[in-house]
């Protein structure tokens, strides 16, 4: 039976493996602070961030995020130490909540790591503070116990590890706030909560105000960029973390099905699932039966969602988020056996009898052989999760829409202009080493909420072979035009426009598709006259519609005024920019998303590097993307380096120019 705590309340622990979930509605940062006999703490080094996310016994997140799962191990804590904090903070930035106040109460819950709570605890009655110490775990005679604290602080985690005696407070807490903005720059955008943990569909604002709100599917991490919310989970029984069973819906036993609070097409509330009493959607399709003893068999839909677009969306993030877990499971698994062995192997040495004679040898023999049984156990696990998530795979991806899929799916030679904005679009793939050749798609929100960097400036391979730099700028706006592309054709006609800005005229050949089939409204800019025409056109246009936005007007626009969403495309950067030029492109970069204008940005990063720091906010807050496959994304549940694979039309494909000539089609019949 689950103890639902109040504040100051305690509940006796059972278990010593336990993992801490954090459900919190909006991106947040979970830290964990140990303490000896007294509560003190002893220095930096007993404090699990961000920056530093693993102490002995205890792992936390490596990104802020909605939600978290952090990983205890009581019995693996040093004597010294008889308690733990779990600490919950805002992260810093503009545009995001200063205090728990303007949030729902976050929920933090003790669990096995069978998923069975032991304890929950909702974080009620806060108001100005922006840090708070939520749990405490703490020995007493011996034994452990959970205590539900809810302390918070409004002068943020400086006052709250200040006031656990921390001398060097500000100084960590100015390196936490560092560690996440460098996470946040590093990962991929991630979908909105829903109540059971996976993310899920948010209704797209109006060009003139879309709602950018939701968490960071990529890691970008622009931070090894981040791919999600949760913590780090690690389960040496090699199964897939405690997400959903690969092939089914999520398997939390308190996971519901979100809420509807308006007609169909507008917002949902995707409240905790113990504040909700709404009824559920309809369930998704059901699986055929499965022979005894087998998985169940997989379906394409076959997760929580309004739609099937939602439904393939929500599958698509839990197929990365199994894989994500399960490859944790194996990595923690082959590092348990490895310190299990050396542990031994010093037990053994450190005896001078034992290093006399085949007893040694033995002993050594020994402890290997236990090594890879474990190995071989946990990798046993691994395959058998990847066979489910492979089969899942293979009904998945020829049912995805056009939107989701490569371009090399039959979707795409039945493509039709679509009427209505899908509510993601897929960048590419990503996969991790142990798991090849599986890959999941990378799908991103749309409107976009940040910008796109297409790196054209570090040398690497393509299809096995090494490409120089001239290559790599070939085949980043190759990239590039594939991405506009798939833009343009999943936006209705006349919903999305493009303007081109290249100075020097380098990415002409690749630009061909765009520039003959018209889907441009003009041709590319060149020279420094024609940047700061465009520049100067987008920036006007941000002016006005937030002017019209602010004052409650934005019906009346001028005349014949384009509310399309707009992308300015900038290749070869910072040719042809001067400084007034390279202002504009910073307040388009920061100001531009959040009404319809977004940034693609064709650059190697270096080239602009006589600004110096100046334009290191500009590179941070732009998804990093690269032309070939790259190890440089980062997942937010356990921080995996994921490689990153662009998608590419396949070589001699038609299905570029064929989908382009419908757009411009359709754009001539709309104007």
């Known amino acids: 039976m689950v103890a639902e705590l109040v504040r100051g309340q305690n509940h006796p622990l059972s278990q010593v493996r336990l993992e801490i979930r954090v459900s919190a509605g909006r991106p947040v940062v979970a830290a964990a602070t140990l303490g000896d006999e007294s509560g003190r703490i002893h220095g930096v080094e007993w404090v699990a961030h961000p920056g530093a996310p693993t102490l002995p016994g205890l792992e936390v997140s490596r990104q802020a995020a909605a939600d978290h799962r952090l990983a205890v191990d009581l019995d693996a804590m040093p004597a010294t130490v008889h308690r733990v904090d779990v600490l919950l903070a805002l992260p810093p930035g503009a545009g995001g909540p200063v205090s728990f106040g303007s949030l729902s109460a976050p929920f933090v819950a003790v669990t096995g790591l069978d998923g069975v709570e032991v304890a929950s605890y909702t974080i009620t009655g806060l108001d100005a503070e922006s840090a708070v110490v939520a749990l405490e775990l703490y020995r007493r005679q011996g034994a452990w116990k959970v205590r ?26 100015a390196a936490i706030d560092d560690a996440v903005a460098q996470g946040l720059a590093r990962s991929v955008p991630a979908p909105p909560r829903t109540a059971d943990g996976d993310r899920s569909r948010q ?26 919310p949760y913590g780090a989970v690690q389960n040496p029984q090699g199964s897939p973390g405690q997400g959903r069973p690969a092939g089914s819906p999520s398997a939390d036993p308190d996971a519901t099905q979100p809420t509807p609070t308006a007609s169909p097409g507008a917002p949902i509330d995707y ?91 033995a002993a050594r023999e020994a402890a290997q052989s236990k090594r890879m049984q474990l190995v071989d156990q946990a990798r046993e696990a691994l395959e058998r999760d990847l066979v489910q998530l492979g089969a899942e795979a293979d009904v998945v991806e020829p049912a995805l829409p056009a939107a989701f899929a490569r371009w090399d799916n039959p979707v795409w030679h039945a493509y039709r202009v ?35 960097w297409i790196d054209s400036g570090r040398p690497g391979s393509f299809d096995g072979a090494i490409v120089d730099s001239h290559e790599v700028r070939r085949l980043a706006m190759e990239s590039a035009v ?75 626009l001028p005349p014949g005024f384009d509310t399309s969403q707009q992308l300015l495309v900038v290749n070869d950067f910072p040719h042809g920019f001067d400084d007034r030029a390279v202002t504009r492109l910073r307040y388009l970069a920061d100001e531009g998303p959040a009404v319809g204008v977004h940034l693609m940005m064709v650059a190697d990063r270096e080239d602009a590097g006589d600004y110096g720091p100046l334009l290191d906010p500009l590179w941070r807050g732009l998804l990093r993307l690269t032309p070939v496959a790259e190890d440089h994304l980062a997942d937010p549940w356990v921080g995996h380096a994921w490689t990153y694979e662009p998608a590419m039309v396949p070589p001699g494909s038609q299905v570029l120019q064929q989908v382009l000539a419908q757009v411009a089609r359709a754009r001539t019949k709309h104007s």
Do not use: C
């Not at 006609?493 to 018209?518: I, K």
């Open 271 to 361: 409240s905790h699932p113990r504040r909700q009493n709404a009824a559920p959607p309809p369930p998704p399709p059901s699986a055929p039966p499965a022979p005894p003893g087998q998985p169940a068999r997989p379906v394409a839909g076959d997760a929580t969602g309004w739609s099937m677009e939602e439904r393939l969306y929500n599958q698509v993030w839990g197929m990365f988020e199994d894989l994500a877990r399960t490859t944790a499971a194996y990595r923690s698994a082959v590092d348990f056996a490895d310190a299990r062995m050396e542990k031994e192997l010093d037990q053994v040495l450190s005896d001078p009898r034992s290093r006399i004679g085949g007893q040694g040898d």
């Open 482 to 556: 594939a991405h506009i592309a798939r833009l343009l054709a999943v936006h209705p006609a006349g919903e999305f426009t493009v303007h081109v800005v290249d100075p020097a005229g380098s990415g002409a050949r690749e630009l061909a598709p765009l520039v003959q089939s018209g889907v441009l409204t003009a041709p590319p800019a060149a020279g420094a006259a024609g940047v700061a025409a465009v520049l100067g056109q987008l920036t006007e246009r941000v002016d006005l519609v937030q002017m019209a936005v602010r004052a409650g007007a934005a019906d009346s």
């Open 148 to 173: 539900a604290v809810g302390q918070g602080y409004a002068g943020g985690l400086a006052a709250l590890l200040t006031d656990q005696g921390l001398p060097q407070a500000r100084q960590l807490a």
């Open 418 to 452: 679509p009427m209505e904005m899908p509510m993601a679009l897929r960048l590419g793939d990503l996969h991790l080493p142990e798991s090849d050749p599986l890959r999941i798609p990378m799908l991103v929100r749309l409107p976009l909420e940040r910008g796109l």
């Open 203 to 228: 209704a797209a604002a109006s060009a003139l105000g879309p709602d950018q709100s939701g968490s960071p599917h990529g890691a970008q991490q622009g931070g090894h960029s981040a791919v999600g």
